[in-house]
Protein backbone atom coordinates (compact mmCIF):
# COMPACT_ATOMS: atom_id res chain seq x y z
CA UNK A 1 0.00 0.00 0.00
CA UNK A 2 1.11 3.40 -1.01
CA UNK A 3 2.86 5.46 1.33
CA UNK A 4 1.65 9.41 0.65
CA UNK A 5 4.37 11.54 2.02
CA UNK A 6 2.56 14.67 0.97
CA UNK A 7 -1.35 16.10 0.61
CA UNK A 8 -1.56 18.77 -1.98
CA UNK A 9 -4.80 20.90 -1.55
CA UNK A 10 -5.62 23.09 -4.59
CA UNK A 11 -8.11 25.87 -5.28
CA UNK A 12 -9.66 25.48 -8.74
CA UNK A 13 -11.07 29.09 -10.11
CA UNK A 14 -7.80 31.61 -10.51
CA UNK A 15 -5.03 28.24 -10.13
CA UNK A 16 -6.25 25.67 -12.70
CA UNK A 17 -9.21 27.55 -14.49
CA UNK A 18 -11.01 31.08 -14.72
CA UNK A 19 -13.29 31.92 -12.09
CA UNK A 20 -16.44 30.41 -12.80
CA UNK A 21 -19.03 33.41 -12.49
CA UNK A 22 -16.70 36.28 -11.58
CA UNK A 23 -17.30 39.61 -11.66
CA UNK A 24 -15.72 40.04 -15.33
CA UNK A 25 -18.31 37.42 -16.40
CA UNK A 26 -20.95 39.03 -14.93
CA UNK A 27 -20.35 42.47 -16.14
CA UNK A 28 -19.84 40.70 -19.91
CA UNK A 29 -23.45 38.84 -19.65
CA UNK A 30 -25.01 42.31 -18.41
CA UNK A 31 -23.07 43.53 -22.04
CA UNK A 32 -24.37 40.60 -24.00
CA UNK A 33 -27.88 40.53 -22.43
CA UNK A 34 -28.49 44.37 -21.86
CA UNK A 35 -29.69 44.04 -18.49
CA UNK A 36 -28.72 46.17 -15.09
CA UNK A 37 -24.82 44.97 -13.68
CA UNK A 38 -25.90 46.77 -10.42
CA UNK A 39 -29.07 45.61 -9.68
CA UNK A 40 -27.88 42.15 -10.74
CA UNK A 41 -24.96 42.28 -8.35
CA UNK A 42 -26.66 43.46 -5.67
CA UNK A 43 -28.83 40.36 -6.07
CA UNK A 44 -25.71 38.33 -6.78
CA UNK A 45 -24.26 39.24 -3.60
CA UNK A 46 -27.04 38.64 -1.44
CA UNK A 47 -27.64 35.09 -2.72
CA UNK A 48 -24.81 33.40 -4.10
CA UNK A 49 -23.20 32.39 -0.90
CA UNK A 50 -26.59 30.41 0.08
CA UNK A 51 -25.95 28.72 -3.97
CA UNK A 52 -22.55 27.92 -3.65
CA UNK A 53 -23.28 26.40 -0.42
CA UNK A 54 -25.69 23.53 -2.10
CA UNK A 55 -29.07 25.38 -0.53
CA UNK A 56 -30.82 26.30 -3.84
CA UNK A 57 -30.14 25.40 -7.55
CA UNK A 58 -28.68 27.15 -10.37
CA UNK A 59 -32.04 27.93 -11.79
CA UNK A 60 -33.30 28.84 -8.23
CA UNK A 61 -30.22 31.24 -8.02
CA UNK A 62 -31.67 32.49 -11.53
CA UNK A 63 -34.72 33.60 -10.67
CA UNK A 64 -33.39 35.56 -7.47
CA UNK A 65 -30.85 37.64 -9.83
CA UNK A 66 -32.22 37.97 -13.35
CA UNK A 67 -35.96 36.00 -13.94
CA UNK A 68 -38.10 37.91 -11.18
CA UNK A 69 -39.55 39.44 -14.48
CA UNK A 70 -39.25 38.97 -18.27
CA UNK A 71 -36.43 39.31 -20.00
CA UNK A 72 -35.04 39.12 -23.75
CA UNK A 73 -33.22 36.03 -23.49
CA UNK A 74 -33.57 32.57 -22.45
CA UNK A 75 -32.96 30.85 -19.26
CA UNK A 76 -30.91 28.25 -21.38
CA UNK A 77 -28.92 30.86 -23.12
CA UNK A 78 -27.71 32.60 -19.92
CA UNK A 79 -26.79 29.51 -18.24
CA UNK A 80 -24.48 28.47 -21.52
CA UNK A 81 -23.06 31.86 -21.35
CA UNK A 82 -22.22 31.08 -17.70
CA UNK A 83 -20.62 27.49 -18.78
CA UNK A 84 -18.92 29.16 -21.52
CA UNK A 85 -16.96 31.28 -19.06
CA UNK A 86 -14.69 28.48 -17.58
CA UNK A 87 -11.53 28.16 -19.33
CA UNK A 88 -8.18 26.01 -18.36
CA UNK A 89 -5.22 28.71 -17.68
CA UNK A 90 -1.88 28.04 -19.48
CA UNK A 91 0.48 25.17 -18.66
CA UNK A 92 -0.86 24.71 -15.36
CA UNK A 93 -3.42 22.11 -15.06
CA UNK A 94 -1.75 19.76 -18.05
CA UNK A 95 1.59 20.49 -16.42
CA UNK A 96 0.14 18.83 -13.18
CA UNK A 97 -1.60 15.99 -14.88
CA UNK A 98 2.12 15.14 -16.28
CA UNK A 99 3.44 15.60 -12.48
CA UNK A 100 0.88 13.75 -10.77
CA UNK A 101 1.88 10.37 -13.17
CA UNK A 102 5.94 11.10 -12.10
CA UNK A 103 4.80 11.27 -8.24
CA UNK A 104 1.41 9.83 -7.60
CA UNK A 105 3.19 7.88 -4.87
CA UNK A 106 4.37 10.65 -2.61
CA UNK A 107 1.21 13.05 -2.56
CA UNK A 108 -2.65 13.03 -2.64
CA UNK A 109 -3.99 15.76 -4.46
CA UNK A 110 -7.36 16.81 -3.54
CA UNK A 111 -9.44 19.92 -4.34
CA UNK A 112 -10.88 22.64 -1.67
CA UNK A 113 -13.63 24.74 -4.30
CA UNK A 114 -16.23 27.37 -3.32
CA UNK A 115 -18.69 26.39 -6.40
CA UNK A 116 -22.31 26.31 -7.20
CA UNK A 117 -22.83 22.65 -7.80
CA UNK A 118 -24.10 22.75 -11.57
CA UNK A 119 -21.14 24.90 -12.43
CA UNK A 120 -18.80 22.35 -10.37
CA UNK A 121 -20.40 19.30 -12.17
CA UNK A 122 -20.10 20.75 -15.52
CA UNK A 123 -16.17 21.93 -14.46
CA UNK A 124 -14.64 18.44 -13.49
CA UNK A 125 -16.71 16.76 -16.59
CA UNK A 126 -15.55 19.24 -19.10
CA UNK A 127 -11.68 20.04 -17.99
CA UNK A 128 -11.46 16.23 -16.81
CA UNK A 129 -10.36 17.14 -13.60
CA UNK A 130 -11.02 13.48 -12.11
CA UNK A 131 -7.48 12.88 -13.80
CA UNK A 132 -5.53 14.97 -11.68
CA UNK A 133 -7.66 14.99 -7.98
CA UNK A 134 -8.02 12.10 -6.07
CA UNK A 135 -10.89 13.87 -4.20
CA UNK A 136 -13.06 16.76 -3.97
CA UNK A 137 -14.03 19.26 -1.18
CA UNK A 138 -16.40 21.56 -2.84
CA UNK A 139 -18.75 23.89 -0.89
CA UNK A 140 -21.66 22.65 -2.75
CA UNK A 141 -21.03 19.14 -1.29
CA UNK A 142 -20.43 20.21 2.07
CA UNK A 143 -22.33 22.99 3.06
CA UNK A 144 -18.97 25.10 4.07
CA UNK A 145 -17.43 27.58 2.07
CA UNK A 146 -14.02 29.12 2.29
CA UNK A 147 -12.86 31.03 4.28
CA UNK A 148 -14.60 28.80 6.81
CA UNK A 149 -11.84 27.04 8.61
CA UNK A 150 -14.14 24.08 8.88
CA UNK A 151 -13.74 23.43 5.35
CA UNK A 152 -10.22 23.02 5.75
CA UNK A 153 -10.13 20.91 8.66
CA UNK A 154 -13.25 18.29 6.63
CA UNK A 155 -10.57 18.30 3.74
CA UNK A 156 -7.70 17.37 6.23
CA UNK A 157 -9.77 14.61 7.86
CA UNK A 158 -10.29 13.09 4.43
CA UNK A 159 -6.95 12.56 3.63
CA UNK A 160 -6.27 11.39 6.93
CA UNK A 161 -3.34 14.51 7.37
CA UNK A 162 -2.64 16.15 9.57
CA UNK A 163 -1.89 20.14 8.69
CA UNK A 164 2.22 19.61 8.93
CA UNK A 165 1.66 16.74 6.14
CA UNK A 166 -0.49 19.62 3.99
CA UNK A 167 0.24 22.17 1.11
CA UNK A 168 -2.46 24.53 0.06
CA UNK A 169 -2.50 26.62 -3.16
CA UNK A 170 -4.77 29.71 -3.62
CA UNK A 171 -4.92 32.39 -5.81
CA UNK A 172 -6.57 34.54 -3.09
CA UNK A 173 -4.10 36.26 -0.61
CA UNK A 174 -7.46 36.12 2.14
CA UNK A 175 -7.80 32.58 1.29
CA UNK A 176 -4.30 31.39 1.82
CA UNK A 177 -3.83 33.22 4.83
CA UNK A 178 -7.35 31.26 6.35
CA UNK A 179 -5.67 28.04 5.03
CA UNK A 180 -2.67 29.00 6.84
CA UNK A 181 -4.82 29.51 10.47
CA UNK A 182 -5.90 26.12 10.74
CA UNK A 183 -1.88 25.52 10.67
CA UNK A 184 -1.79 24.27 6.64
CA UNK A 185 1.54 25.57 4.93
CA UNK A 186 -0.11 27.82 2.49
CA UNK A 187 1.03 29.76 -1.12
CA UNK A 188 -0.66 32.25 -3.40
CA UNK A 189 -0.63 31.01 -6.81
CA UNK A 190 1.11 34.14 -8.57
CA UNK A 191 2.27 32.21 -11.75
CA UNK A 192 2.61 28.97 -13.09
CA UNK A 193 6.50 28.74 -12.79
CA UNK A 194 6.51 29.89 -9.06
CA UNK A 195 3.40 26.99 -8.06
CA UNK A 196 5.66 24.66 -10.91
CA UNK A 197 9.14 25.41 -8.56
CA UNK A 198 7.58 25.35 -5.00
CA UNK A 199 6.20 21.89 -6.22
CA UNK A 200 9.47 20.74 -7.27
CA UNK A 201 11.32 21.43 -4.68
CA UNK A 202 8.97 19.12 -2.48
CA UNK A 203 10.83 16.63 -4.43
Known amino acids: MATFQRT ?12 GWGHQSRQAAAEKFQFNYEEMNTLHEFIFNVYETGRITLDEYLDTVLFYEERSFTREEIKQFIYDQSVELPETLSWLKEWKQKHRNRFRFISINNEGRELNEYRIRKFQLH ?10 EVGMRKPDPGIFRLAMGIAGAMPEECIYFDDRSILVE ?12 KSFEATKKILEDLL
Open 8 to 19: LFFDIGGVLLSN
Open 131 to 140: DFFDAFVSSC
Open 178 to 189: AAAKTGIKSYQH
